[in-house]
Structure formats: C-alpha cells, structure tokens
C-alpha cells in the first residue's frame, strides 16, 4: 500500500497522559500536514512540513502539541498532558509542491480522552 | 481572515436526481485556491478537485460539475444522476497561495442517496 498511513488508529488514553501519533506519508511526497477533525465539522489545520521544516502551525496548536518531522520522511504529533477536549480524529496529509492542496489524507487517529 | 460557509448540513435525494452543493467563501487574496473533498463513510478524504482564482472557466468531470464564480463568491458543485455511492460528507475549502497552500475547510454537507 503506497498511501498514507497513521498509527495507531485508535487511541483511548486518561486525561493527563502523553500520546503520540505518527504518520508515514507517500513517500516521494515533501509536505506533510496534520489536521483535526471533530464529529460534524470540517477538518482544521495544525500544522504543515516541507521537507523536514515546519513552516507554519496553526494558532489551534497549544503549547502541549508538538510535531517533528526528522529526516523529511515520517512525522510524529505528540499532545503533553492531554485534555477532554483533544478527543478528536488526528488527520495526516502529504502532497507535492508541485499539486498545491492536492493532499492525500490518511484514515487518520482517533484520539478518546477519558 | 478565511471562511468557507457550506450552508447545507444535510441533503437527501432518492438516486438519479441532481444535486447541487453551495459553497460560498471570504478572502481579501487575490490569489487563492478553492477545493472540493469528499469523504465517504469510510472516512478517508478523496480529492475531488482544484480551482485557482484566476480561472472561472466551469469544470465537468462524469458526473461531477462545478461552477465557479467570483462576483458572488461561490463554488458549487453539482452532481447529475445521484447514485447510491455518492453518499458522503463533502467538504468546500479554500487556500491562500501565501500560506503554504494550508486548507481552510467548511463544515461540510452530508449528502444521502437513497435508491
């Protein structure tokens, strides 16, 4: 399978704790982006990657998130101390330059806060 | 400030109808692009396709047709002869050139197909 993957795809974690999602997008791909999504609404940007720079985060993106991408391939998306309302689905998109907001979407990492 | 306003939350057709989605958005960019997604009940985001401000020629692909117009500000897409698999979330969005092409998405329309 040559899409975009995420894992895991179901978290359910105490308030409090840490989690981390990790997302492998299309491989010749050199953005990557991150999305929530919350039931009913549309998906909201958190942050995006060229390469392995951030180049911009989302004003949504408290300090207690934090997303790397190392070497340009994978990214990680850790959420410190989590709270209630971070239950959400964790969406990850790649796409070239090149197809500016063509973005292929993974299927993405529920996240259940208890 | 961005907005793309879906006015529609849900609509139901029986199979074979038309069907138009609205889609009206905000910007004082004078490059931009506007979208439209789709995402089934299976939950993926599917691509359906990308406008950029400076073309308002109007786009037919099968069944799929989308009218753009700047001087009402709105992207609507119309499906022809609704069939069962059309049934999906289907979500307008909009980008500023400057922004890293970081998509502002509306809340979406739910559309049902019934046979």
């Known amino acids: 399978d040559t899409g975009v993957s995420q894992d895991p795809r179901h978290k359910i974690t105490k308030r409090g704790q840490n989690v981390t999602f990790r997302c492998d997008p299309i491989?010749?791909?050199?953005?990557l982006y991150w999305y929530r999504q919350t039931l009913g609404q549309g998906p909201e940007f958190l942050t995006y990657?060229?390469?392995?720079?951030?180049?911009?985060k989302s004003r949504l993106l408290s300090d207690r998130f934090s997303a790397e991408r190392p070497k340009g391939s994978f990214s990680t998306l850790e959420i410190q101390r989590t709270e209630q309302g971070d239950s959400a689905m964790y969406l990850c998109?790649?796409?070239?330059?090149?197809?500016?907001?063509?973005?292929?979407f993974g299927e993405g990492s529920r996240l259940t806060v208890l | 400030a961005q907005k793309v306003t879906q006015a529609q939350t849900e609509i139901s057709v029986v199979e074979k109808e038309d069907v138009t989605l609205d889609c009206v958005y905000e910007?004082?960019?004078?490059?931009?692009?506007l979208f439209w997604y789709k995402q089934p009940p299976s939950g993926e985001l599917v691509f359906l396709i990308r406008r950029n401000s400076f073309d308002e020629q109007n786009e037919i692909s099968g069944r799929y047709s989308w009218n753009f117009q700047k001087s009402t500000s709105s992207f609507n897409f119309t499906i022809t002869a609704s069939q069962v698999v059309d049934s999906a979330v289907y979500f307008c969005?909009?980008?500023?050139?400057?922004?890293?092409?970081?998509?502002?998405f509306g809340k979406g329309t739910s559309l049902l197909v019934t046979p």
């Open positions: 998109a790649s796409s070239l330059v090149s197809d500016p907001g063509e973005l292929f």
């Open positions: 910007t004082r960019d004078t490059t931009y692009y």
């Open positions: 990657f060229q390469n392995e720079a951030q180049l911009e």
């Open positions: 969005a909009l980008s500023e050139a400057d922004s890293g092409y970081a998509l502002n």
């Open positions: 491989s010749e791909h050199n953005r």
